[in-house]
């Protein structure tokens, strides 16, 4: 084989292993035992996601979160959400932030929604100037109940069908957050 054609062909061998790469957006890697997941993948699928918008007491009170920002603290084992918040009552726009809130929070993988949802969430600050820099009872009543339905019922992150495929067997177990990275450990 010629050096022209044997140069062709390792060039199209690397091109190939890169495009292989890629094609594995959803996670950063799967090595063995573990599923590796950055801040940029999780705050991807929370911009799919946002804004979310609430009614409660029959419209008389409305929330929307928008603007998910997603960090994972150096030291942590916790991940942090920011959010802007707006805040209406008695049929005024809730669309536009009035403040904003911090949440922190471990994973946890649910099967049936086949997603990384948050677990054991805190509310670590909240700032509305409108409500003079402070929450009263039923804005803090209304954040806490939307924390606790989204903990239950909504993925920060929703595996794909892909990724699962690519499991095969292997059953998620325990999710950790470390290193400025959430990781999933597999079970056989």
């Known amino acids: ?40 993948q999780l ?19 409305s929330m929307t979160l928008m603007n998910p ?30 403040g904003r809130f911090a949440v922190t929070s471990a994973l946890r993988y649910d099967p049936s929604t086949r997603g990384l949802h948050l677990d054991q969430p805190m509310i670590e600050n909240v700032d509305v100037p409108a409500l003079g820099g402070v929450m ?19 993925p920060v992150y929703r595996f794909d069908n892909s990724l699962l495929d690519r499991l095969g067997s292997r059953r998620i177990g325990a999710t950790e957050i470390a290193n400025g990275h959430v990781t999933v450990h597999l079970d056989q």
């Open 1 to 40: 084989m010629n050096v022209r054609r044997r140069f062709l062909l390792q060039a199209a061998g690397i091109v190939a292993a890169g495009a292989l790469l890629a094609a594995c957006s959803t996670v950063s890697a799967l090595l063995g035992n573990e599923v590796t997941f950055t801040q940029l």
């Open 136 to 154: 009263n009872s039923s804005s803090r009543a209304l954040l806490n109940a939307w924390l606790g339905d989204y903990a239950r019922q909504e």
């Open 43 to 61: 705050q991807q699928s929370l911009n799919r996601n946002f804004p979310k918008h609430y009614d409660k007491l029959g419209g008389l009170v």
């Open 69 to 98: 920002r997603l960090s994972i603290p150096e030291g942590s084992s916790r991940l942090r959400l920011d959010f802007d918040i707006g805040l209406g009552a008695l049929g005024s726009d809730s669309s536009q932030p009035t």
